[in-house]
């Protein structure tokens, strides 16, 4: 066709949000040649997510992509306050030596971050390009685009992201049936001028018709998000008023709260969806094209980030030639189940958020639980945070302690003193050996040399293992103690090529 633009890749991540941007940044940055395709001309302002739980934070450290100077580490017992269910009193802590549990930034700023990063380490950005087709055939995938100016766009590559958002195109396209729940509650968003700067406190405010959550911004305005319980709005798709959120508000308080100037108003639900599998061929789902759920106690965008720290890694390793049989079906296997319990988490949240006598009880039990710290807030704010996470097996053996997160603790190796995130940096799986005995582990390890990091260490309090192998996001693939590291090695990676073998 004349005038149409052909592009060429490895890998093709649809939506430049931050999800897309991080995967991109990931991607290029394992050498893997990335183009991200995304129908805005630039970032939107639209206040969206502006909170990273502590499990996102501290895979993001693992790779190096946390915004700004070095994260302060937490202290021993140190926690954040958050909240579950608008109720107060949770508190999110993190081990001794990790980042600091929470971090609060503004999910456009870090949209930016993770752009700058991913032209940095050489993805192809292209901004006003709207993706219309996406086929897989003869051992790759073709996307079709309309570009800036109406020009047509081909690109052929051997796998695709969709990172596109709740209504994803290349989850339609690839025809990736979803379990879907209608909505049951109507909430509105927007940033006013009240005309009584005092006439809502900030923060979260139950009422008896529901809740009113503010926030103030620099500049006088005031960020408001409604939530009424009476059902579901009749067209989700009509753009709120003005007027509409002055009455919303006025009547979830029980008193006229005069505001003007409104600006990004929205309208959002508890309607939620998850996709019926992340993977389908060589199209794979990231962020809102796989996961839907209630905006409550910011885990959407944590989850997101998740995702794409999950996937990075196995496309490029599939890319390279480098990854085990079965590591791209890991993805599902792994994520899928996370989403789903970030869903049922939200659910139950909302559930406590319902206006009614009849829950005041539940709410005071939930409300000790937090108080209670250790025992029943921890809990929950492991929950929130995915500090909880424990991946499947996937292997007959992996050892005692496979599929959890490795702290970031300091170990002694013959380079000086080097904590877990720091021997991460490079994004290679690290094979860590433990004390001055050898197990053999080094030599069984040898037909994967230039895939791993192979590291040795003094012994260290909270590792009791002789050896452990660790994934780029920070989780634990194998412990000794489990069956052989060849089986285990041999899931996730596939062996070095022969001397003069192709």
């Not at 897309?20 to 997510?49: F, H, I, N, Q, W």
């Not at 969806?273 to 796989?290: C, E, I, M």
């Not at 079965?326 to 659910?347: M, W």
């Not at 780029?472 to 996730?492: C, F, I, K």
Request: with cysteine.
């Amino acid at each position: 066709m004349q005038g149409e633009r052909r592009m060429r890749a490895h890998v093709a991540v649809i939506g430049g949000g931050p999800v897309g941007m991080l995967l991109a940044c990931e991607l290029a940055g394992y050498g893997v040649d990335t183009v991200l395709l995304e129908a805005r001309a630039g970032v939107s302002g639209r206040p969206k997510a502006t909170v990273l739980h502590a499990r996102a934070v501290q895979c993001l450290a693992r790779r190096g992509h946390l915004p700004g100077p070095a994260a302060p580490c937490a202290r021993a017992g140190a926690g954040r306050p958050f909240h579950f269910a608008g109720l107060p009193g949770l508190v999110i802590t993190a081990p001794d030596g990790e980042p600091e549990p929470i971090l609060r930034c503004p999910q456009a700023e870090l949209e930016r971050h993770f752009e700058r990063r991913a032209r940095a380490a050489g993805a192809r950005v292209l901004r006003g390009y709207r993706v219309s087709e996406v086929v897989e055939e003869g051992g790759g995938v073709r996307v079709e685009a309309v570009g800036p100016g109406g020009v047509p766009a081909v690109c052929l590559v051997r796998y695709v992201v969709g990172a596109d958002g709740a209504r994803s195109t290349v989850r339609a396209r690839a025809r990736i049936p979803c379990e879907t729940r209608a909505a049951t509650v109507s909430a509105l968003t927007g940033a006013v001028t009240l005309t009584d700067p005092h006439a809502l406190a900030e923060g979260w405010q139950r009422t008896a018709r529901g809740w009113i959550a503010c926030k103030r911004e620099p500049g006088g305005r005031t960020h408001i998000r409604t939530l009424n319980c009476a059902g579901a709005h009749p067209d989700r798709s009509a753009p709120p008023t003005l007027e509409e959120l002055r009455g919303e508000v006025s009547w979830l308080a029980g008193r006229d709260i005069a505001m003007r100037d409104a600006c990004w108003l929205g309208r959002f639900s508890d309607f939620t969806r998850l996709a019926g599998t992340f993977r389908a061929g060589r199209v794979f789902l990231a962020g809102d094209a796989a996961h839907v759920h209630f905006p409550i106690g910011g885990q959407g965008l944590s989850t997101g980030v998740l995702d794409a720290l999950n996937l990075g890694w196995k496309l490029a390793l599939a890319v390279r030639g480098a990854a085990g049989a079965g590591l791209l079906d890991t993805y599902d296997a792994e994520r899928r189940p996370v989403a789903r319990r970030v869903i049922d988490n939200t659910q139950a949240q909302l559930a406590l958020m319902r206006p009614g006598c009849e829950l005041d009880a539940l709410r005071t039990v939930f409300a000790g639980l937090m108080a209670a710290g250790r025992e029943g807030g921890q809990r929950l704010g492991s929950m929130i945070s995915a500090q909880d996470t424990v991946l499947p097996d996937h292997t007959s053996g992996p050892g005692p302690a496979a599929g959890t997160f490795l702290d970031n603790v300091v170990l002694a190796t013959a380079a000086g003193e080097r904590d877990v995130i720091q021997l991460l940096q490079e994004g290679k799986p690290l094979l860590l050996l433990f004390g001055e005995k050898d197990s053999g582990h080094r030599d069984q390890a040898r037909a994967w040399a230039g895939t791993l990091k192979v590291v040795r260490a003094r012994a260290v309090a909270g590792v009791p293992y002789e050896a452990v192998l660790v994934r780029p996001d920070g989780y634990l693939a194998w412990t000794s103690g489990g069956r052989g590291l060849q089986e285990a090695l041999s899931v996730y990676f596939a062996k070095d090529a022969p001397p003069g073998g192709s």
